[in-house]
């Protein structure tokens, strides 16, 4: 089974910058998408990101032009890089990846932005 492990998150100041690294375990397959999730406390997780296995890209509206989701299909890893960070982008990180549908989920990784 693929394995996720999310990395790179962190405390930061409002404005500032975090790279978060999603490395993929036991990858079977090219022909996968991965994504980018966030959840706030005590809400559901809500999409921030997300790349195809041809590398076209897709954005939530709240974080187009801050955030660049991107990978190195050679090291099975996944970026989020986090720009121009608010307050609101506080929340638990979690990368997945999936064919058809995202079925595979890493442990997350907090961003905190003060």
């Known amino acids: 089974d693929v394995q996720l492990v999310e990395s790179g998150g962190g405390s930061v100041q409002a404005g500032g910058s975090l790279r978060l690294s999603c490395q993929a375990h036991?990858?079977?397959?090219?022909?996968?998408?991965m994504a980018w999730f966030r959840q706030y406390a005590g809400k559901e997780r809500e999409g921030v990101a997300a790349?195809?296995?041809?590398?076209?890209?897709s954005y939530a509206d709240s974080v187009k032009g801050r955030f660049t989701i991107s990978r190195d299909i050679a090291k099975n890893t996944l970026y989020l890089q986090l720009n121009t960070l608010k307050t609101e982008d506080t929340a638990m990180y979690y990368c997945?990846?999936?064919?058809?549908?995202?079925?595979?989920w890493g442990q997350g990784t907090q961003v905190t932005v003060s």
């Open positions: 997945a990846i999936g064919i058809y549908t995202f079925t595979n």
């Open positions: 036991r990858i079977t397959s090219t022909s996968y998408s």
């Open positions: 790349i195809d296995s041809d590398g076209s890209t």
